[in-house]
């Protein structure tokens, strides 16, 4: 089994902040929006989720690639990470379902990360100060690092579904007497593709800047806004696309980065969180029954509270028992409704997963 090499690497935050460690992953250079995931388990699924994309992941949990890695724990075809911060890092792994080490896995991606740092000193740092652009690198110091990490651009006006997007319509499910369901994918994971295609659902799924009308030629019985990474308020090709999908009084289902831009598309703002949510364990309150959902999170960018209560046209459905953020909405006259969080989880706990059953319900009494 093949170990890390302990190859000094530095890990260099926006205010200055640097710490020390050693290369893990692919040897070089590379930098993003640092944040961190509280999550104990799934870190392939998380690595693999292309939300993450333009950032760099710190893991709070203190022993990373324990279990190595294999390929039916992906959301997407590679890590779409920027880079990986852990504590201290196996390069050995024990389960025997495992297909390599989590270094190889890295090392054939092209990941770089860094390991040997004092990740309880960063979280602490981030949760302080925010979340902010940090550089991860073998190769470089000083001034050459400081360099490159102002080339890193902000996450704020930040478009990026376009980056992990399909290039070309695809088909998943039979096609059979189920419903037919299109998925805008503005960087959907391939977990929440299954659990529709478990309901009998044939999807399919079109790249981020496809048009209602391109999609509308399929005759689909409902509609899919996908979760996907960047900032949803620079995203107007998505929620001019929403907008006509409701004109059209079709049913709608988003999650996460979907939430955001059926906001947007009836006239509720988003903004850019303090450090964002990323986790197995957010509890939320469901409106409707009054029970609470432990949930998986990964969002830093959030439906304005505020202006959501204000709203004619949409009312809140789910809110975050620890921040009082909005995590779910639907619209009082329309057949679409969002949550910020993850039903499909993968990882995370399942609480929430009736809610794909109840969009093949507003399927079913839309067509009605």
Same mark, same amino acid.
């Given at each position: ?9 530095? %890990? ?24 961190? &995931?509280?999550? =104990?388990?799934?870190?392939?699924? !998380? ?39 852990? &504590? ?8 025997? +379902? ?84 299109? !998925? ?7 977990? !929440? %593709? +299954?659990? %529709? ?21 399929? &005759? ?15 995203? @107007? ?28 598309? $009836?006239? $509720?703002?988003?903004?850019? =969180? ?8 957010? *509890? ?24 959501? +209560? +204000? ?21 009082? &006259? ?8 993850? *039903? ?10 009736? %809610?794909?059953? @109840? ?10």
């Amino acid at each position: 089994m093949k170990y890390p090499t302990r190859k000094k690497a530095t %890990l260099l935050l926006e205010d200055g902040t640097t710490f020390t460690g050693y290369s893990i992953g692919k040897e070089g250079t590379s930098g993003g929006e640092i944040c961190f &995931n509280t999550g =104990m388990t799934g870190y392939q699924e !998380i690595y693999t989720d292309p939300s993450y994309y333009g950032q760099i992941i710190v893991n709070t949990t203190s022993h990373i690639g324990n279990y190595g890695a294999m390929d039916a724990e992906v959301e997407s075809d590679a890590p779409t990470i920027k880079g990986l911060v852990v &504590n201290d890092f196996s390069a050995i792994f024990s389960r025997t +379902k495992a297909t390599e080490s989590l270094q190889a896995f890295l090392e054939k991606h092209n990941t770089v990360g860094i390991a040997g740092v004092d990740t309880r000193k960063i979280v602490r740092h981030i949760r302080t100060k925010g979340a902010m652009n940090a550089i991860i690198s073998s190769e470089l110091e000083g001034e050459a690092l400081q360099a490159e990490l102002d080339k890193v651009p902000s996450m704020v006006a930040l478009e990026l579904s376009t980056q992990v997007t399909t290039k070309e319509p695809y088909d998943l499910g039979e096609e059979n007497d189920g419903f037919k369901v299109a !998925i805008l994918d503005l960087g959907i994971k391939k977990s !929440i %593709l +299954k659990n %529709l295609v478990q309901r009998g659902c044939h999807c399919r799924v079109f790249p981020a800047k496809t048009t209602f009308a391109e999609m509308e030629k399929w &005759n689909p019985d409902g509609y899919f806004i996908s979760n996907g990474p960047g900032d949803p308020a620079v995203m @107007d090709y998505a929620s001019n696309t929403v907008k006509e999908v409701l004109d059209a009084n079709k049913p709608l289902f988003g999650i996460c980065m979907g939430s955001q831009i059926l906001a947007l598309a $009836v006239g $509720v703002p988003t903004y850019k =969180m303090h450090h964002g949510h990323r986790g197995l364990n957010h *509890p939320v309150k469901n409106l409707n029954t009054g029970l609470s959902e432990v949930t998986s999170q990964n969002h830093g960018f959030a439906v304005d509270m505020e202006a959501l +209560k +204000k709203s004619d046209v949409a009312e809140l459905t789910h809110v975050d028992l620890n921040h009082d953020t909005v995590e779910g909405l639907r619209l009082k &006259n329309k057949p679409a409704f969002a949550v910020q969080y993850h *039903p499909e989880s993968s990882p995370g706990p399942n609480d929430s997963i009736y %809610l794909f059953d @109840d969009f093949i319900q507003l399927i079913k009494d839309n067509k009605k």
